[in-house]
């Protein structure tokens, strides 16, 4: 995907937001520097793929368990 469709994109979802906190917090963002935009996005980048396999690990201790005790 070039520049232009993702900044297309990214403008065609903030459009789709209602939630007025959620748009100044947007805002907020996006009045800062590039830099800090992008150390924001990369730290919750990281929180959700840590999440995610975290939760991953979870489910697949629960599958253990499950075969365990059949």
Same mark, same amino acid.
């Given at each position: 995907m070039d @520049? %232009?469709?993702? @900044? !297309? #994109?990214?403008? &065609? #979802?903030? *459009?789709e937001i209602d939630d007025e906190k959620l748009l100044n917090a %947007? !805002? #907020?963002? %996006? +009045? *800062?520097? =590039? +830099? =800090? /935009? &992008? *150390? /924001?996005?990369? &730290? /919750?980048?990281n929180k959700l793929q840590h999440g995610y396999k975290k939760e991953n690990e979870d489910f697949n201790n629960y599958i253990k368990e499950w075969v365990k005790n059949m």
């Amino acid at each position: 995907m070039d @520049k %232009l469709q993702l @900044k !297309d #994109r990214i403008i &065609a #979802r903030i *459009t789709e937001i209602d939630d007025e906190k959620l748009l100044n917090a %947007l !805002d #907020r963002l %996006l +009045e *800062t520097s =590039n +830099e =800090n /935009v &992008a *150390t /924001v996005i990369g &730290a /919750v980048n990281n929180k959700l793929q840590h999440g995610y396999k975290k939760e991953n690990e979870d489910f697949n201790n629960y599958i253990k368990e499950w075969v365990k005790n059949m």
